[in-house]
């Protein structure tokens, strides 16, 4: 259909440097190497908000996906951590469990040291508060879902123990399920509060904004129908999608000096007001995915994205990426991915979105939510967009021998198609067939990076 073949060259850079442009070089690898610090060995953007990671265990191959929240009242690294897993067994079946790690050690729930417990206060919004019993580590420094044997002992006592304690009965039968949907109705904050071995209390504050959008990514088994309900039509599949561009990104404005002396082809032109931000993909070492944009430019969508990475010599290079395939070509002469089956979708969907045709991006449709779908442009036919989403499905992708075959959803133009793909470890992708589902759209991909 669209004879759209992709294969990596490989080539040497070959450029040459003055002191002047080593100098440049130097000071760029000093912003860079400061801000890839800031970036989770992940790909995680902490920003006060969530974050959605996918992992295979190495182990058993079971699936474990993961939400990682941050207090907003802590340092970005001070220790304090919550995390909220759905985990699929190899049978199929879908489990959540719940950390939240305080960076300080708890005072047990029981002196007697019988059940490793300890007692938190939680508060939603402005709800009244509640206690909850929850299992601990040995350390205290990590708390837990109670099980279900030390939780229901812990709760025949509680009507007792509690007033004798001169406190409320505490909660020690509830679920990690019942704690997401908790997360999931709050509207603004979650606050937790408990007895610090050393004295004072311990008190971390979560900002909600964000955990809906990210917990959408949970397996369906997860996640109550309610939720689906706020984002999409219940007939669209919904699961793990690829779409990076979703994640949380970080302004760098520290940067910005250095872009302005690429993109000199491009009719788009940084400036003072320009809003610079990065990502650190996953599946790319030690670079970071750069974004500019500027309220100047007349076309709204318009935006500039630049890869930035050490080279062996620790220089850092800056590639703009300008829709052709030579600059992801130079940057993997130079760089070795690191992809495996949970990382490979997303390198397809950064490489699909990058390498454009004459018409635009290959944009990879995984949910009616994925940045760019133009799932507004549809008015004037909707029967176009009903029939795009009876056949979205979330992409996969398996390794065969040293490759990696994909399938996936793929709009291009104004039409909309299966396609199958097959990438190569160093990152040659070939598209091996095409199947288109729906054509004659009424609106294509709004997106200029150049």
Known sequence: MMGFQMKTQWRENGCNQNKTSLARSRARYAVLYLFLFIFDMNGAVWAGGWQ??????????????????????????????????????????????????????????????????????VRRDQENSFDLGWSASKTYEETYPPTAIGGGISQLGEAMLGPLAGRRPAITTWTAEKFHRTLLGAEHTVAFRANSIRGPDVTLIFNMSG???????????????????????????????????????????????????????????????????????????????????????????????????????????????????????????????????????????????????????FLVVEDQMDSYFPRNGFQQAPEKLKAILSHIRTGTCAKRGEDYECNAHVMYSNAFFHAKFVIAAKGQIKMTDDDPKVVDLPVKIASRIK
């Open 52 to 121: 959605f990671v996918q992992e295979k265990d190495p182990i058993t191959d079971d699936t474990k996906q993961f939400i990682y929240g941050r207090p907003s009242n802590h340092e970005k690294d001070s220790g304090p951590l919550l995390r909220v897993g759905c985990y699929q067994r190899k049978n199929g079946v879908h489990e959540m469990g719940v950390t939240l790690r305080w960076g300080t050690s708890l005072m047990p729930m029981y002196p007697d040291g019988k059940i490793d417990m300890a007692l938190v206060s």
């Open 211 to 361: 955990y809906r959008e990210e917990a959408v990514k949970f397996h369906r088994s997860c996640n109550p129908d309610e939720l689906y309900k706020l984002f999409q039509d219940t007939n669209t599949a919904t699961s793990v999608t690829s779409d990076f561009f979703r994640h949380n990104w970080k302004d760098l404005p520290e940067i910005a000096p250095y872009l302005r002396e690429l993109a000199t082809t491009s009719s788009l032109k940084l400036t003072s007001n320009s809003k610079i931000s990065a990502y650190k993909p996953s599946f790319l070492e030690e670079t970071l995915l750069i974004k500019a944009t500027d309220p100047s430019w007349p076309d709204k969508t318009a935006e500039l994205f630049f890869l930035a990475y050490s080279s062996n010599k620790n220089e850092t290079k800056i590639k703009w990426l300008d829709g052709s395939s030579s600059p992801i070509h130079e940057y993997l002469s130079e760089r070795t991915l690191k992809l495996d089956e949970s990382k490979v979708k997303e390198y397809l969907r950064f490489f699909t979105f990058f390498v454009r045709g004459a018409e635009g991006p």
